[in-house]
């Protein structure tokens, strides 16, 4: 009996290893030790049920988490230090398989005290207490109907039976859907801090004079208004939601990375074609470098996204709805002018500014 347990837990240890060696140290809210995908696997130990994790993965997952939530409950009655391990252990695993379920890759698990934006801070709380108020007081603009929209769909969906776990996907679903649109809002700077402006740029210390990069106006209003087409899109019922969705999943962070380094170079055009070049705008040359190294990425995850609108495009013609068909031709358009206009423009005036600035 003692050898079968040793050679259990030496395996256990092996498997464990092998996850934090795969482990780094980039930041994620559902990544945090206290985040809410961990918390819920802590229910799930101290309850011996399951089921409070399981809405947090995907249904082809189930087996894995289940399998891994069994070794765990086992290797826990060895030791105190067997036990910690084992929990460790768990949290990896659920957070990794969650990650994935979400097309993002798994970087470990994040400390208590790491940083997170009062946005996504207050988002939470406002779930927690049901009540959009630690959100109000968070920002200086009032919050937009539709993230009050979505906040209303996470919280109709709260009250799910903890064994119900199809119900519970959904609440997480609607959960996740509003946290990342109060990320998005913030990011794209609809929403300003009270404490402090969110304009792209770098921030101002000790003093040093910096300069802050707008999003040209006319194209923020273009992303705003196919943000909201899709948005109203992913709450229809049947095939076309869950096409819209499809959609949503690969072309969020796409377009927040876009609205973090590929749009707010361009907001230094006017400036450049006046011949106005000041030093300040060498800070630009961060966000021009970045799109310059990531551009064969992004172009794969427009190839991607086209997929999804074909798709999504195929469906609403199925179902003769031609506002959503006109939806899919424009968000392709704007793809193909990004890849043709956008990028290479933004990459051109971080290369004049090299130039001029001789940086």
């Given amino acids: 009996m003692k050898l079968n347990l040793k050679f259990i837990l030496t395996n256990f240890l092996l498997v464990l290893l092998s996850t934090f060696l795969l482990s780094s140290s980039a930041s994620a809210h559902c990544d945090g030790i206290n985040g809410p995908v961990v918390k819920a696997a802590i229910k799930a130990i101290e309850t011996h049920n399951v089921n409070y994790v399981l809405i947090w993965v995907q249904k082809a997952d189930e087996d894995y988490i289940k399998n891994a939530f069994e070794k765990t409950i086992a290797v826990r009655k060895f030791s105190k230090e067997a036990q910690e391990l084992a929990d460790i252990y768990f949290f990896e695993t659920v957070v990794r398989i969650h990650r994935a379920g979400e097309g993002e890759t798994y970087t470990g698990l994040k ?10 801070i207050a988002a939470d709380s406002s779930i927690e207490i049901m009540s959009l108020k630690p959100l109000e007081k968070v920002f200086s603009n009032p919050i937009p109907d539709d993230i009050k929209n ?10 799910y039976k903890v064994d119900d776990v199809a ?15 109060v990320e998005h809002y913030q990011q794209t700077g609809e929403l300003s801090h009270k404490e402090h402006s969110h304009q792209t740029g770098t921030n101002n210390h000790k003093g040093e004079k910096t ?16 943000h909201d087409i899709l948005a109203k ?45 000041t030093e300040e705008m060498k800070e630009v040359l961060i966000m021009t470098d970045q799109l310059k190294s990531e551009l064969n990425q992004m172009l794969e995850e427009h190839k991607q996204i086209v997929s999804a609108l074909e798709k999504f495009e195929e469906t609403a013609k199925k179902f003769n709805r031609e506002e959503y068909v006109e939806f899919a031709a424009d968000l392709k358009l704007h793809a193909k002018n990004e890849e043709e206009v956008t990028y290479p423009t933004a990459i051109l005036i971080g290369e004049y500014l090299k130039l001029k600035l001789k940086h």
């Fill in 233 to 277: 899109a992913t709450k229809e019922t049947g095939e076309i939601g869950a096409a819209a969705k499809e959609v949503a999943k690969v072309l969020h962070n796409h377009f927040v990375k876009e609205e973090e380094i590929a749009i707010p170079p361009l907001g230094l055009l006017n400036q450049i074609a006046a011949g106005n070049v």
């Fill in 211 to 226: 300069m802050k990069f707008k999003i040209p106006e006319s194209m923020k209003i273009e992303h705003e208004k196919l």
């Fill in 111 to 120: 400390p208590a005290d790491r940083e997170l934006d009062p946005a996504i």
């Fill in 167 to 181: 119900a519970g996907r959904d609440y997480v679903h609607h959960y996740v859907h509003f946290i990342h649109s």
């Fill in 150 to 159: 979505l906040f209303n769909d996470a919280i109709s969906k709260i009250n």
